[in-house]
């Protein structure tokens, strides 16, 4: 595994850095993805590749679009149009379900654990190809008891793992919010994804849980499994990310390694303002109220 | 005041056929409200579409009576079908919407002049109960008291509908219960938390909304059909919106998502309706009434106990939301 591991890191090193640029094993590729919300934008992808077998950060401001690529990707919304694949299969007009099923399965950023329902049933709930999930069969339990236990022993290894054991019991309505992530990450894997999708795991996170968080989400890469993740902390993006994806207004505007895309200045500038290293109290006033004017004047123009 | 009378009042309905008509439909609300979150508000759509199917089948159509069982059992599996092609997809309150309008729509048609040579017009359908009746093994009624004191009384007739109907029940709760345990029946129960969650892990929702919308509405058809035979006709003014809402009251006495939640809020509802009921209606009959007249004279005193309910479900929600079965500590998880 390891082998593979640097073998995939390695061809990364010699990718472009361009936006788009074409991966020697891409796991989702997709091209001219848009999504517009009225008047606005919120997506515009000309060419996105995932590749296999680590870790990809998808980082730009709020408002960039991350979340709504997200749900394209996975099915939650529709394209107004482009076209998307996940190892090779053609996924337009496939339902959220059915994505899932073919092993690409996504968190959310606001978690989604089912509140009235135990830490162990929430994990049960993941299994894919339940017998009992069928509505002739479930009602006779010899038929699906077997299948049940095994996924039950698999469940709790998954919670062993990710230290919630103790909490087997509990309604996940009674979990930390940290806890609820971990959960969340915890039933994904339930589903034996190839591509897990993390909408930004660390929001809402104390400290003192980041750091096992990360290691999980190592632990996944390390497994063999493709990650995605959207994230605003930098800390976490450097830390982990083998590849990073930078969106800035619905388009993808930079692409590199992480030491390479924080130096990219396209990323400084979308991410932190082209002024930002400008002290303030030192920017001329009346310059900015030009600027401003002009602004205004080609608004008016153009009505 | 003769509390016997009271007594034998409120527990002859709190056991009779009424209750139990009740206690079927909120088996149904309970699949769908209580386990699968459908706010489903049209459960008399169901009763009155499954109950016309057997009286039409029967007296207008002229066929065998188990086939009229069939239609209307069929008719509840095609109504839901049709709510639920629309509806499912969408956020919950459009099948509120859709289910109230549709079960006044189908009481409207049932009860409408010009449908009168099929449907019997406003005075419904009779005829089509003998197939039922002549099952009855009961050569007399039933009544149990100490002296003159009452405590339950049931005509023949009605102690054979309690027989067949308590008996429906208990299959009823057998079959949501055996469900409901299921890896089937922890999805629904999933979905009404959180749907998109249960998306992202690879069910198909809309599927089991359809199942479970399907299966609590056979539930409500055979409330339906159970509540033509034991009065011996198909009235459509009995299928008003009223019927569905005294059905979620029952199910939220008992507790919503608990497999005997409906049954026991259905008699509990109808031992305290019936009880106050009598109750007033005692206090304030006779020469020397205990309630004198200038307080409440006999008719007012009727509508006291509809009074006295809704004041009991507002105190019900505020000391003990869950329900008689309910979980305190899931209540507790959604004031978070």
């Known amino acids: 595994m390891a082998v593979e591991l640097n073998a995939a890191r390695s061809a990364l090193a010699s990718i472009s850095k361009e936006p788009g640029s074409k991966k020697p094993d891409a796991i989702v590729v997709g091209s001219n993805i848009t999504r517009t919300f009225g008047g606005l934008k919120a997506v515009d992808v000309e060419h996105i590749e995932i590749p296999r077998g680590v870790i990809t950060a998808l980082i730009g401001p709020n408002g960039a679009g991350k979340t709504t690529l997200f749900n394209l990707l996975t099915g939650f919304d529709e394209p107004d149009e482009g076209d998307w694949a996940f190892n090779g299969k053609k996924l337009s007009n496939v339902p959220a379900y059915k994505v899932a099923r073919l092993g690409m399965v996504r968190t959310f950023q606001l978690t989604k654990v089912l509140s009235k329902l135990t830490v162990i049933e929430n994990m049960r709930l993941g299994a894919t190809g339940q017998r009992g999930e069928r509505f002739f069969s479930a009602a006779f339990k010899s038929l699906w008891s077997s299948q049940e236990d095994a996924n039950t022993v698999r469940a709790d290894e998954l919670l062993g793992r990710f230290k919630l054991d103790a909490k087997r019991e509990d309604f996940a309505g009674s979990l930390s919010g940290g806890q609820r992530k971990l959960l969340e990450m915890a039933r994904a894997l339930m589903v034996d994804p190839e591509l897990i999708m993390l909408d930004e795991p660390m929001a809402g996170v104390n400290p003192a849980l980041k750091q096992s968080l990360l290691e999980h989400v190592k632990s996944l890469r390390d497994e063999g499994r493709t990650v995605l993740f959207v994230e605003h902390d930098m800390d976490m993006v450097r830390d982990i990310s083998d590849w990073v994806i930078v969106m800035a207004q619905g388009q993808i505007v930079a692409e590199g390694t992480p030491q390479s895309v924080m130096a990219d200045q396209r990323v400084i500038d979308a991410y932190l303002g082209a002024h930002h290293d400008t002290d303030i109290t030192e920017i001329d006033l009346q310059d900015l109220e030009a600027e401003a004017d002009a602004e205004l004047d080609a608004e008016k123009d153009k009505a | ?336």
């Open chain 2, 1 to 336: 005041m003769d509390f016997g009378t009271i007594l034998d009042a409120a527990l002859s309905s709190a056991l009779g056929p009424q209750a139990i008509v009740f206690a079927l439909a909120a088996i149904g609300l309970n699949v769908h409200f209580g386990y699968t979150g459908l706010l489903n508000f049209g459960q008399a759509g169901f009763m009155s579409i499954a109950a016309f199917g057997l009286a039409v089948t029967v007296v207008t159509w002229d066929l065998p009576f188990l086939v009229g069982i069939l239609v209307g059992m069929v008719g509840a599996v095609l109504l839901a079908l049709v709510l639920g092609v629309p509806t499912l997809r969408l956020r919950a309150d459009y099948l509120a919407i859709v289910t109230i309008a549709t079960s006044e729509i189908l009481r409207l048609v049932f009860g409408a002049v010009e449908f009168k040579d099929t449907f019997g017009g406003s005075n419904g359908l009779t005829g089509f109960v003998r197939p039922y009746q002549n099952l009855n093994p009961y050569s007399d009624g039933f009544s149990l008291h100490i002296g003159s004191f009452g405590i339950v009384s049931f005509s023949k007739n009605d102690l054979w509908s309690i027989t067949v109907g308590w008996l429906l029940v208990a299959l009823s709760c057998l079959v949501v219960w055996a469900l409901m345990r299921s890896p089937w029946g922890r999805v629904l129960k999933s979905i009404r938390e959180d749907e998109d969650a249960v998306r992202s892990l690879g069910k198909n929702v809309f599927a089991y909304k359809m199942q479970a919308l399907v299966l609590g509405g056979v539930f409500g058809g055979i409330a339906g059909i159970f509540h033509i035979l034991k009065q011996g006709s198909a009235v459509p003014t009995d299928f008003n919106t009223t019927f569905t809402f005294y059905a979620y009251a029952a199910l939220l006495i008992g507790g919503a998502a608990r497999v005997l939640g409906p049954v026991v809020g259905s008699i509990i509802f109808w031992f305290l309706i019936s009880g106050i009921g009598s109750f007033f209606s005692e206090a304030t009959g006779g020469s020397d009434p205990v309630i004198p007249d200038w307080i409440m004279t006999q008719t007012q005193s009727s509508l006291v106990r509809l009074i006295l309910l809704g004041l009991g479900l507002m105190l019900l929600m505020i000391f003990r939301p869950q329900g008689i079965f309910g979980d305190r500590r899931e209540i507790a998880i959604d004031g978070r």
